[in-house]
Structure formats: C-alpha cells, structure tokens
C-alpha cells in the first residue's frame, strides 16, 4: 500500500523478449479488458473468474476496485469532504464576523440614522446603504481569495503529482468556479448580516435617538468559533501520529516482512532465524478471501497469525491486546461494520487461492485497526481449514539495528522471497503518501483559524473602545490614569477571553468528530484523538491574540480625546 521508492520500482519491457528470457512464451500473470458499451461487468466478472479457476486466477475486479485507484479515488473523496467542511466553518465565522460588525457600525451610528429616516429617507435606502457596504468589503475579500486559490491550487497539484508519480497533473481554474465562489460569498455575506441590515431599516427615528446597549454575547460567541477552528487543525497531526503509534508501534512491531513468491513450508523459518542479527522471526499465513455475510460481501485476505506473537498483535477499542482463539475468526471492526455482523455470526470465507475451498468459520471478535481491513485467525487453524499442512507465506522479524542492512541485502539474495519490507521504509512510505496531503490542510487550516482568531477578538476590542470611548475619555478626565481606564476595558475583554475558551474547546471537539467521521473508509480511518496538546495551542493562541490585540488597544487608549468629552454630546 505504500511503496518504498528507493528499494521499489516497476520496470516495463516488451513481451517477447521477457518471454524469451524466462523461456515461458505465450504466458501472463495479469490481464486487462475493455468492455463493450452496455456490457454487464459484474457478469463478466464471473464469467472470467470460472475461466480462470483451474489456472490458478484469484478474482477478477473492477476498475474501481484496483487498489491505486481506489486509493487515489478516496482521496479525492476526502478533498471533496474537506472542500465542503472547511468553506462551511469559515463561511459561518464570515458570515458571523460582518455581522457583529455591521450590527456595532449601526448601533454606532443610530443617530445619524434616525436623523436620515427624518428627512425622509425610506427603510429601502438605509438597507441598500449597509447592504452595499457589506457587499464593497466582500468583492475585495473574493480577488484575495481567488488570487490566494490559485496559489494553493497549484501546490495541491504538485503534491499530488509528486505522491501518486503522476506523469503531469496540470491546475485549471474554470470561469464558473469563479463565478459560483463569488455568489456563494455573496450570498453568504449578505444572509449574515441580513438581520442587522434589516432592523436598521425597519429602527423608527424615535427609538434610534437612545443608546444601544453593547452586545457582549457577540464578543464571546466570536472567540468560542476561533478557538474551535483552531482545533481542527490541531487534532488531524495528533491522529496522524496516533495512528502510526497504534499501527507500528503497538500491533505490528517487526523490523522486517518477509513475503515469499508462494505459500512454502514453516521449516523456512528456521533458515530465517539462523541469519547473524535476526532475534526473533514469526511466521503468517495470507490467503486472499471473499467474505460474505447475508446479501454483503468484502474481497480482502485472512491473515493467520501465531497465539500471543511478540511482533503481530491484534488490539481492541481500548488497545488492549486480544488473543488470537483457537477456532474462529476476529474482524477489524470497520470490516465488521462494513458486513453488519457480530461476533457469533457464521462468516462465509471463499478462498481465492489453491482448491479454493467455500467454508464457515464463527466471528468470535473485533479488532481495532486504522489501516486497511482484514480478518484474523490462528495459523494453525488456518492451515487445518485449508488441509495443507504447516503453511506459511511470510514471516515478521525482529532484527538488532547493527545487523538490518546486511539482514535485508541477505534476504533480497535467497530464493522464494519476493519482497522484504523494511518497518522504519513504511512508515516513512505512510507519512509521504497520506500525510502530507493531510498536514497541508492542517496547515491551512491553523493559519486561517490563527487568523480568524486574531480578527474576531481586535474586532471586538475595537468595537468595543468605540463604543465607550466617551465614557473612557471622562474617566480620564475625572483623573484615573491609563492604566486604571484599561483595566476596566481589557479587563472585561478578558473575562469573556477566558469565558469563551471552555465554549471554544467543545465547539472544537464537535467538529473534529464530525470530520473524523467523514474520513472514514476501509482504507484507513482517522481517529479522533485530541491530545491536551491540541487543546492547549488552541487556547494559546486566543490567548495570544488578545494579548497582541490589548497592546494594539493600549496604545489607542493615550489617544482619547478629553477635550471632546467636556463638550455636549448634542
């Protein structure tokens, strides 16, 4: 699943000349066909896979079910799934944004509005007014955004051409994308702000000559959406390191895999054991399976494994080690879920591979894994299901890290042994393939949500200087020093800081799940891991935004104009 290129390649020759070379003229392993147009594939699956049965042919697939393309057309689900989340989170933050700040703006300006309204402007006049300066702010905020797309949709371009060994993979961005992204930004700023837009239309002169009072709720709800955002950038890296951690480093602990050209004997193993730095070798079974419970059915392979290995072992929901049974067969749990069944069902197994044989075997448990699914038994019983004898098809090893280079070089030089998979090659292999397409919209994601954070609470202490600067200013009058007006505006500012930072977290919290839900396949699954960590450089950064936006604020507070103060307001 994730090559390692430097010990990996596929390398391409003509077909006579391969032939003559391994003097099998006439003869292939794999075979591709077009269908005609109305054709039924799943007929002509079957069909292949009764050819073929007798020359040794494990199944026949479907295009959508070749692995690279599968692989490649979940990510791209995946894009779509992020395409939809984050633009919804942002438009929402948007949305909220203009309209906490169209709602001060106005009561702001409540009487010059009542005194519009009294020399005869119409309510349709005062809503065009704000209407279309929502509308100026959001036409500049969407040539930033496209010039800013472009960019990044460039780079997701190279990244994947650089991960999938595309030959060329080429960004266009189509007029109408342009176009639909303008209207929905448009559409999304003037719904936020409808409300403010239209209670000022509807604010008769009267009532507009009083005061408003200031809406702290907005403040508070502004920063509990920044520091939820902020998570979900957050938590993606922390799942990412807690899946290699379960996967590698708790169920499969070997340095090596060892996979052989065809099931052998087990007393290989002992050749294996004897090489200088090998410290303990386990030997597996792999036999490709259909799976089918009821009407549903799953194409993967059953895995036989040693009782109580050291370098293969099966984990439940709390990562506990579980022992293999003697009888029976354990599911990973998102292949359980995939076939609606539960331990006590009888699982049908058809074998893909030698007699193939059609048998029943109990589910007897689940197992948690975060990488590819599959089905589990003892070797032994699955070598007495098959009757074959004492079978394997590979075995992990544990090697001193002096000795894994020539360990490996050995191995690579034996005969009957296809590939060897190097542990620390996979992981690496795994972070290039998955990961960095996941970490770069964790990193987008930490920027716009550092960004938003900043925004939200320099707004609100902005707004909020605007809103008493009378006040403030006749306090410095009165002969309170900067420091003491401050402390009565930041220091507010600062309770609904830390009062939005709890609200924050558990809006955080729901959207990761609400993410790591939509991540999943039975190609991997992103758990929802949210370490203190997250939730700390999530809180961090509020933190930090205030502070930064305090000292901006501060440095306002020496510019009060107590001279205005002392005249009247009217």
């Given at each position: 699943?994730?090559?390692?290129?430097?010990?990996?390649?596929?390398?391409?020759?003509?077909?006579?000349?391969?032939?003559?070379?391994?003097?099998?003229?006439?003869?292939?392993?794999?075979?591709?066909?077009?269908?005609?147009?109305?054709?039924?594939?799943?007929?002509?699956?079957?069909?292949?896979?009764?050819?073929?049965?007798?020359?040794?042919?494990?199944?026949?697939?479907?295009?959508?079910?070749?692995?690279?393309?599968?692989?490649?057309?979940?990510?791209?689900?995946?894009?779509?799934?992020?395409?939809?989340?984050?633009?919804?989170?942002?438009?929402?933050?948007?949305?909220?944004?203009?309209?906490?700040?169209?709602?001060?703006?106005?009561?702001?300006?409540?009487?010059?509005?009542?005194?519009?309204?009294?020399?005869?402007?119409?309510?349709?006049?005062?809503?065009?007014?704000?209407?279309?300066?929502?509308?100026m702010i959001v036409s500049l905020g969407i040539v930033i955004g496209i010039v800013a797309g472009i960019k990044m949709g460039q780079g997701?371009?190279?990244?994947?051409?650089?991960?999938?060994?595309?030959?060329?993979?080429?960004?266009?961005?189509?007029?109408?994308?342009?176009?639909?992204?303008?209207?929905?930004?448009?559409?999304?700023?003037?719904?936020?702000?409808?409300?403010?837009?239209?209670?000022?239309?509807?604010?008769?002169?009267?009532?507009?000559?009083?005061?408003?009072?200031?809406?702290?709720?907005?403040?508070?709800?502004?920063?509990?959406?920044?520091?939820?955002?902020?998570?979900?950038?957050?938590?993606?890296?922390?799942?990412?390191?807690?899946?290699?951690?379960?996967?590698?480093?708790?169920?499969?602990?070997?340095?090596?895999?060892?996979?052989?050209?065809?099931?052998?004997?087990?007393?290989?193993?002992?050749?294996?054991?004897?090489?200088?730095?090998?410290?303990?070798?386990?030997?597996?079974?792999?036999?490709?399976?259909?799976?089918?419970?009821?009407?549903?059915?799953?194409?993967?392979?059953?895995?036989?494994?040693?009782?109580?290995?050291?370098?293969?072992?099966?984990?439940?929901?709390?990562?506990?080690?579980?022992?293999?049974?003697?009888?029976?067969?354990?599911?990973?749990?998102?292949?359980?879920?995939?076939?609606?069944?539960?331990?006590?069902?009888?699982?049908?197994?058809?074998?893909?591979?030698?007699?193939?044989?059609?048998?029943?075997?109990?589910?007897?448990?689940?197992?948690?894994?975060?990488?590819?699914?599959?089905?589990?038994?003892?070797?032994?019983?699955?070598?007495?299901?098959?009757?074959?004898?004492?079978?394997?098809?590979?075995?992990?090893?544990?090697?001193?890290?002096?000795?894994?280079?020539?360990?490996?070089?050995?191995?690579?030089?034996?005969?009957?042994?296809?590939?060897?998979?190097?542990?620390?090659?996979?992981?690496?292999?795994?972070?290039?393939?998955?990961?960095?397409?996941?970490?770069?919209?964790?990193?987008?994601?930490?920027?716009?949500?550092?960004?938003?954070?900043?925004?939200?609470?320099?707004?609100?202490?902005?707004?909020?200087?605007?809103?008493?600067?009378?006040?403030?200013?006749?306090?410095?009058?009165?002969?309170?020093?900067?420091?003491?007006?401050?402390?009565?505006?930041?220091?507010?500012?600062?309770?609904?800081?830390?009062?939005?930072?709890?609200?924050?977290?558990?809006?955080?919290?729901?959207?990761?799940?609400?993410?790591?839900?939509?991540?999943?396949?039975?190609?991997?699954?992103?758990?929802?891991?949210?370490?203190?960590?997250?939730?700390?450089?999530?809180?961090?950064?509020?933190?930090?935004?205030?502070?930064?936006?305090?000292?901006?604020?501060?440095?306002?507070?020496?510019?009060?104009?107590?001279?205005?103060?002392?005249?009247?307001?009217?």
């Amino acid at each position: 699943m994730f090559p390692d290129y430097k010990r990996y390649g596929v390398m391409w020759m003509a077909r006579k000349p391969l032939a003559s070379a391994y003097d099998m003229s006439g003869a292939f392993n794999n075979v591709s066909l077009t269908l005609t147009q109305g054709a039924n594939e799943q007929d002509v699956i079957d069909r292949l896979d009764d050819i073929l049965k007798d020359y040794g042919g494990i199944g026949a697939y479907a295009r959508k079910d070749q692995l690279s393309n599968r692989f490649l057309s979940e990510e791209l689900k995946q894009q779509k799934t992020i395409a939809t989340i984050f633009p919804i989170i942002f438009f929402g933050v948007a949305a909220f944004l203009l309209n906490v700040v169209v709602s001060r703006l106005i009561s702001l300006q409540r009487e010059q509005i009542a005194g519009l309204k009294a020399f005869g402007y119409s309510d349709f006049d005062v809503g065009l007014h704000y209407t279309k300066l929502v509308l100026m702010i959001v036409s500049l905020g969407i040539v930033i955004g496209i010039v800013a797309g472009i960019k990044m949709g460039q780079g997701m371009s190279n990244i994947y051409m650089t991960l999938y060994s595309l030959p060329f993979m080429t960004y266009v961005l189509k007029p109408q994308v342009i176009v639909t992204a303008a209207l929905i930004s448009m559409s999304v700023a003037v719904l936020g702000t409808l409300y403010a837009v239209r209670s000022t239309a509807r604010l008769p002169p009267a009532q507009a000559m009083r005061p408003e009072p200031p809406a702290i709720y907005h403040s508070t709800l502004g920063i509990s959406m920044a520091c939820g955002t902020m998570m979900t950038g957050g938590f993606q890296e922390g799942a990412i390191n807690h899946m290699v951690e379960v996967q590698f480093g708790m169920s499969r602990t070997g340095d090596l895999t060892v996979i052989y050209t065809e099931p052998t004997s087990a007393r290989s193993l002992y050749s294996l054991q004897s090489l200088q730095g090998v410290e303990h070798a386990e030997a597996f079974r792999y036999v490709p399976v259909n799976l089918r419970f009821e009407h549903r059915s799953y194409r993967t392979a059953v895995s036989g494994i040693p009782p109580r290995g050291e370098l293969m072992r099966l984990l439940d929901a709390n990562l506990t080690i579980i022992d293999v049974p003697e009888h029976g067969v354990i599911l990973t749990d998102y292949l359980a879920e995939l076939l609606q069944i539960r331990p006590g069902d009888m699982l049908t197994l058809e074998v893909l591979e030698g007699q193939r044989p059609t048998v029943q075997v109990p589910v007897v448990g689940t197992a948690k894994e975060y990488l590819g699914v599959s089905a589990y038994m003892q070797r032994s019983s699955l070598n007495r299901l098959l009757k074959e004898g004492e079978a394997i098809t590979g075995a992990w090893l544990s090697v001193d890290d002096r000795y894994q280079k020539e360990v490996y070089a050995e191995l690579k030089g034996m005969p009957r042994i296809a590939g060897v998979v190097e542990q620390k090659s996979a992981i690496r292999a795994f972070y290039d393939t998955i990961a960095e397409s996941v970490l770069f919209f964790t990193f987008i994601s930490t920027l716009l949500g550092g960004s938003i954070a900043f925004g939200v609470i320099y707004n609100s202490m902005r707004i909020a200087l605007s809103e008493r600067n009378r006040e403030l200013a006749s306090l410095r009058v009165l002969g309170f020093q900067r420091g003491e007006v401050a402390y009565i505006l930041l220091g507010e500012l600062a309770l609904l800081t830390l009062v939005a930072i709890p609200l924050g977290l558990l809006l955080g919290y729901g959207l990761c799940a609400f993410m790591a839900f939509q991540f999943d396949t039975d190609l991997y699954r992103i758990p929802l891991v949210l370490g203190i960590n997250v939730y700390a450089f999530a809180a961090l950064v509020v933190i930090a935004s205030s502070i930064i936006s305090a000292i901006m604020i501060w440095r306002n507070l020496a510019h009060l104009d107590m001279v205005a103060v002392l005249k009247t307001k009217e």
